[in-house]
């Protein structure tokens, strides 16, 4: 397995999506690059989204394809390092790929459709697995500060500690609430519905959790920092959290599309 630690080449200066599909008889041949492919090492298909029709920069036009990882043409020059260390996370190149029909996911030119249901679910996911990680930040911040005696008194005796605990469990009181109503709409309404909200509890979820680690660090001290304890992992790990599912700012997007009514026609356009 390779490690890419050079300067990354960052492509071409195109803005919207550069990889091509072409049939050829009852066939689509692939030709392009996806970065990013989590888990590619132990896959046997790759979802990758190619042109296949429309114009550049438009939603439409799009096709989801599942791409079998052991295809002629399938290439993983090498895995990215990362903020979490080396990584899983591949760089794909795809060289004349010949996949069949029945390799696309949904219909031919809406494979955002897909994308845009994927996201949706991970999104509210990553806002509780991050609510989760936070919690446990706190709960051992305030077991440690129980513990731990400074000055000839216990850490928990000081409202200076105490206040940065209390403010990280109110956040996450608040998300939790948020979080659980968000659900129970996605439920009753549909999967893709209320995605403002859902953009919401992403945000403050994985902030949280970044948050709650930072605090835990320091709150431990020294071993705080050491990886005998889980909180540096937490925060490496839900950091990325901020910029996968769409980074903050793309959620921010979200919620504004739901505040001033960009419709799909608009939203294109909205910065
Ligand atoms: C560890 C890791 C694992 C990943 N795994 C996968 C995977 O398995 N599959 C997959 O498909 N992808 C994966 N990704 C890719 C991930 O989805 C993208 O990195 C992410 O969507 C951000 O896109 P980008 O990197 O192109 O950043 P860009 O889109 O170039 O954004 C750069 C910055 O500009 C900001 N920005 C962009 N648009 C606006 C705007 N309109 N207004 C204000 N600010 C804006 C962004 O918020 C960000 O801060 C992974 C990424 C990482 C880091």
Request: aromatic share 10%; with cysteine.
């Amino acid at each position: 397995m390779a490690f890419g630690l050079t300067e990354p080449n960052h492509g071409s200066d195109a803005t919207w999506l550069e990889t091509r599909a072409v049939r050829d008889g009852s066939d689509w041949v692939i030709s392009g690059a996806k970065r990013w492919n989590s888990v590619v090492d132990v896959a046997e298909v790759d979802l990758v989204f190619a042109r296949t029709g429309g114009e550049d920069g438009k939603a439409s036009g799009i096709t989801a394809f599942l791409v079998p990882t052991g295809a002629p043409g399938f290439e993983v020059p090498f895995y990215w390092w990362t903020f979490n260390m080396p990584t899983d996370h591949a760089e794909v190149r795809l060289n004349d790929v010949c996949v069949p029909a029945s390799a696309v996911v949904g219909e031919v030119g809406r494979g955002l459709d897909c994308a845009q249901l994927f996201v949706h679910e991970n999104r509210i996911r990553q806002a509780a697995s991050s609510l989760g990680a936070a919690q446990f930040c706190v709960d051992r911040s305030v077991q440690y500060t129980d513990e731990r005696r400074l000055f000839g008194g216990r850490m928990r005796d000081y409202q200076g500690i105490q206040w940065q605990l209390v403010e990280l469990q109110t956040e996450a009181e608040l998300v939790r609430n948020t979080l659980y109503k968000t659900a129970w709409e996605m439920d009753v309404r549909g999967r893709t519905a209320v995605s403002d909200k859902v953009a919401m509890v992403n945000v403050r979820g994985n902030r949280l959790a970044c948050d709650a680690a930072d605090r835990a660090m320091q709150i431990h001290g020294g071993v705080g920092y050491s990886r005998h304890y889980p909180f540096e992992y937490i925060y490496r790990h839900h950091r990325r959290y901020r910029i996968t599912e769409g980074s903050d700012e793309l959620q921010y997007r979200r919620i504004a599309a739901a505040m001033w009514d960009f419709g799909s026609s608009r939203r294109s356009t909205a910065p």
